[in-house]
């Protein structure tokens, strides 16, 4: 009860100020909102078409997201982690009933197998509260967890380039992040490795 509670006042809030809700939404998209600079920041992965052979999905639709969210909507710039050079714009809509839909110019790779973005609003509805300031993805070819906001209190725990990591606290050159694999890890990682 006190989950849905929270649930409805996050939705009622985001709606009066037009913020997108923080979180994970319902078919593989998690979305950020930084209220200071009106950026969202967020990613998509969903597969489809599983292969009884491997045991994998055989088609996946993966894509990062980063634009200015005001008033409802925004425009976002779409690309797999690391590759700027392949964006495809695109708008993000915010209905205040804890919906978002998005709209790409165009599809990404393998998008076509699994859902389409470029003929209509796609859209999703909110299920997981979170506290991410921002999505970023790792552009160094590793990044190590830390313990504090020093290079001596470095962990054995990393992630590899292009991993996708949720912030929730930014401090000077450091951010604290949690990345979600089979279990979540968290800990301290460098700006300078992340993203911009």
Known sequence: MKSTLT?????????????????????????????????VTGYFESHSGFDQNTGAP?????????????????DIVTYYPGDEEGAINGKLKFYGDGIVSIKLDDDHGGCANVQVFSDAFQQFQFSKLEEWKAIKYVKADKAYFHNEKTDASKRKAYVLQNDIVYIEKIEGDWMYCAFIGKSTTKGWIKKSELND
């Open 7 to 39: 649930l409805l006042f996050l939705i009622f809030t985001s709606f009066l100020f037009a913020q997108v809700p923080v979180g994970s939404y319902e078919g593989g998209l998690k979305l950020a909102y930084d209220n200071d600079t009106k950026t």
């Open 58 to 74: 055989r088609f996946s639709c993966v894509f990062y997201l980063k634009g200015t969210f005001t008033e409802g909507i925004g």
